[in-house]
């Protein structure tokens, strides 16, 4: 196996790739075609304009230019690909002069093949365009105007790897795998362009090298496209091949490209044997109870915004979270970069990934929308650590109901299921839900009125003063409540900052933060989610600061969430 820690698409790779992050040239700039624009700046990627990591520093960005000279050779029998893994909003793309691309979507990869205009120097022109007030794009967290309250400054541009990648003129073009836990084994559908016969695929035990597979099959290719299943020798104890956040077990996948006798190209991939499912709003894991206990994670940085300073940044976010014992994050209002499913995947966390927010309702949010949702959960297909999607959140966008808002929550839900019926899908975090596999609640109530609403049943319908339910639509009886936001403690400091509520001294703080996380512990809860894992911004109610210092011992949190009761309530 040669897997890359580092590579921007971790479930399909080749060596031959290439980052293109660092100095760029750029410019602020409103105009539509590339003839007046001077680039009298530099911008480091993949940090956005109003990042201090870009080295721009600007607030308010409506519209900006890159420039890049490449000068790659050609290469007889290959192709080179740029790759964006997310421009926000717009993006247009001038090879020499001429334009050559649009995309539109601001948390979605696109690429470029450039091999038809190789054999001198390519001047790469990229115009970006985010308008800072339009509330019918999905936007996230992205303030309108100035941040305030839970929105936070704007991301413009490039904010995720920017690479290249030769790959041969026949080629892997994609990959997605189904775990089956029955047969103990993976349903594979490669998809490949060119000459190919047939693709064969060898399993190992691990993504380390030198390792023999396990197992090793041909799947013919049939109209570009080769189907087959993959399973595990029948030795040993099967639990201990399934991934989970306790045992991430992983195995390494090698596919080859092949043509009569030839190999036409040759990628990597891995999988996890693993299954997720929702009964009576109870989450399950591989056949059994489980509970998630999450931190929510909005993937921001100070010196990155919603880009990271690198993958290091990723692994610290996750190994921080681990380290108090939380066993998953539910990602808020982010389509996070695909390297911190892959560190989720091999250290054993659950993702909770929420899409993007529009915060006005209309054909053209909801065709915004979809043009978003569908590519996103194609990209994140393969990782066994994203459990659960989440649609909406608190209805943003939704309000007020009309018909066509419900039937679009629903129609987005049903899509969902119909292109990843392998995971969880929460439809509107919070409340007001329709057809929604979670019964997810946000309740900021204090650590004492918590441990009374949720002890026992009936539990409460509209514990924030908005019902969980929307008319005519529901859960049967009986089903369990998942608290998907409570908490948000800020530790009082001479700062302009905020939080739901405030506690005086350090050790007053972690007594609060205790009482909260055994409030739910001792419920009859389905999973929980504290707010929040670390500060953003104004924001000041994390268990962390916004650059990552703890303000709790993690091992006083971790004692408590390792020893949480509410996994026997479960099984009951």
Request: aromatic residues 12%; charged residues 25%.
């Amino acid at each position: 196996m040669r897997l890359d820690p580092n590579h921007p698409r971790p479930t399909l790779q080749r060596p031959g790739w290439r980052s293109l992050e660092g100095l760029w040239g750029f410019a602020l700039s409103g105009a539509e075609g590339p003839g007046r624009v001077r680039f009298h700046r530099r911008i480091r990627l993949p940090f956005p304009p109003e990042a201090p990591g870009s080295g721009v520093g600007a607030a308010f960005v409506e519209a900006c230019w890159y420039r890049k000279v490449l000068r790659p050779r050609p290469r007889p029998g290959w192709r080179l690909f740029l790759h964006f893994g997310a421009v926000d909003y717009r993006a247009e793309l001038f090879l020499n002069g001429a334009r050559v691309l649009e995309h539109e979507g601001g948390h979605t990869p696109f690429r470029l093949d450039l091999t038809p205009f190789l054999g001198g120097p390519l001047e790469l022109l990229l115009r970006a365009e985010d308008d800072p007030l339009d509330p019918e794009k999905p936007r996230g967290k992205q303030a309108l105007g100035e941040p305030e309250g839970t929105f936070y400054p704007r991301t413009t541009g490039v904010w995720q790897p920017v690479w290249l990648e030769w790959v041969p003129e026949s080629r892997l073009e994609a990959l997605r795998l189904t775990p089956d836990l029955k047969a103990l084994g993976f349903h594979l559908e490669v998809q490949a362009v060119g000459e190919g016969e047939a693709v064969e695929v060898a399993l190992f035990p691990g993504l380390g090298p030198g390792e023999a597979p396990l197992a090793q099959a041909r799947f013919p290719l049939l109209g570009g496209v080769a189907r087959g299943f993959l399973g595990l020798p029948g030795r040993g104890d099967p639990e201990a091949s399934l991934w989970r956040p306790e045992r991430p077990v992983l195995f390494g996948l090698r596919l080859r490209l092949l043509g009569g006798r030839r190999l036409l190209d040759e990628a990597y991939s891995y999988g996890g044997l693993r299954e997720v499912a929702a009964r009576r709003g109870v989450f399950f894991l591989n056949g059994e109870p489980y509970l998630p206990k999450l931190a929510l994670d909005q993937g921001l940085w100070p010196e990155g915004h919603l880009a990271p300073p690198g993958p290091e940044a990723l692994r610290r976010d996750l190994e921080l979270a681990k380290a108090m014992g939380f066993n998953g994050v539910r990602k808020h209002q982010k389509l996070e970069d695909p390297r911190y499913l892959h560190l989720a995947d091999r250290l054993g966390l659950l993702v909770f990934m929420e899409m993007p927010s529009f915060f006005r309702f209309s054909p053209k949010a909801a065709r915004r929308y979809l043009a978003e949702l569908v590519p996103a959960l194609e990209r994140y297909a393969n990782h066994p650590s994203l459990v659960a999607w989440i649609l909406f959140n608190e209805s943003w966008g939704l309000t007020p109901w009309t018909e066509a808002s419900r039937a679009f929550l629903r129609g987005a839900f049903l899509l969902a299921r119909a292109l990843d019926p392998t995971r969880v899908l929460v439809d509107n975090d919070g409340w007001e839900h329709g057809p929604s596999h979670l019964l997810t609640v946000h309740d900021y109530a204090p650590p004492e009125v918590l441990r009374r609403r949720y002890a026992r049943e009936p539990f409460p319908e509209a514990p924030m003063g908005r019902p969980l339910l929307l008319r005519g639509e529901g859960f049967p009886p009986g089903v369990r409540p998942f608290l998907s936001e409570f908490g948000g403690l800020r530790l009082r400091a001479p700062t302009p900052g905020w939080g739901y509520r405030e506690a005086e001294g350090e050790e007053a703080f972690l007594a609060e933060v205790l009482r909260y996380l055994e409030a739910a512990c001792a419920s009859r809860l389905a999973g929980f989610c504290y707010t929040q894992l670390y500060d953003t911004f104004q924001e000041e109610n994390g268990l962390l600061d916004f650059w990552r210092r703890p303000k709790v011992p993690p091992e006083g949190v971790r004692a408590l969430l390792e020893g949480c009761e509410a996994r026997r309530l479960l099984a009951e």
